[in-house]
């Protein structure tokens, strides 16, 4: 008599063809910094690549093209194979995987948040939306200190009120006009500092 399925062929799915690197970790976790180490993580990130290529296209079809996707996808691959730590008994699929999908959600979430700040600049800076490459404003968003980051996450990507920012962080409302502001404003400047370097250098 066949035993009863129980489970979807989803649930009980392995990474059958998931390259065997194990021994590879344990030598790049036992070499000290150089090139045979930098080669064999090279080798590594190559042959889980398949992988990061198979999770980016989860999220075709989102308004990203599948080359940035897969890019961003082997980023957070890349970082994986460099944080990864055998010692510590994790099989790496289970570490690589939320690392790869939180590297593309990052992604999504940064170029929502881009977007309507973009739009606020523009508004602030006539045509400034027209001129100025939405990619560009990622990078200064992310060397931007903590806390203003965070005061400008939660106003232009959560909408939050500054007021309801002001309780969140126990400061004044004062203050959170006063820094927005003044950290939308120097983005601003280094946008159109940027975008005029281009154009000279063009």
């Not at 080669?39 to 599948?66: K, N, S, Y």
């Not at 931007?144 to 106003?155: A, C, F, S």
Request: net charge positive; glycine share 4%.
């Amino acid at each position: 008599m066949p035993y009863p399925r129980t489970q979807s062929r989803r649930s009980v799915r392995t990474h059958d063809d998931a390259p065997d690197t194990d021994a590879a970790f344990r030598r790049i976790a036992a070499l000290p910094d150089g090139p045979e180490r930098s080669v064999l993580r090279e080798e590594v990130v190559c042959a889980w690549m398949p992988m990061a290529v198979r999770l980016a296209r989860r999220f075709r079809h989102r308004g990203e093209t599948f080359d940035d996707l897969e890019q961003v996808a082997q980023l957070g691959l890349v970082k994986a194979v460099f944080r990864f730590d055998p010692s510590l008994g994790t099989a790496f699929p289970s570490y690589a995987i939320p690392a790869i999908l939180g590297e593309v959600k990052r992604h999504f979430r940064d170029s929502l948040w881009s977007n309507p700040l973009t739009e606020t600049l523009g508004d602030m800076e006539p045509g400034f939306d027209r001129i100025v490459d939405r990619e560009a404003l990622r990078p200064l968003l992310r060397a931007l200190p903590e806390r203003e980051r965070h005061i400008l996450y939660m106003r232009f990507f959560c909408e939050m009120t500054q007021s309801r920012i002001a309780l969140q962080l126990g400061i004044s409302q004062m203050y959170v006009s006063r820094l927005i502001i003044r950290t939308c404003a120097r983005l601003r400047h280094q946008m159109m500092a940027d975008t005029h370097d281009q154009r000279t250098a063009s």
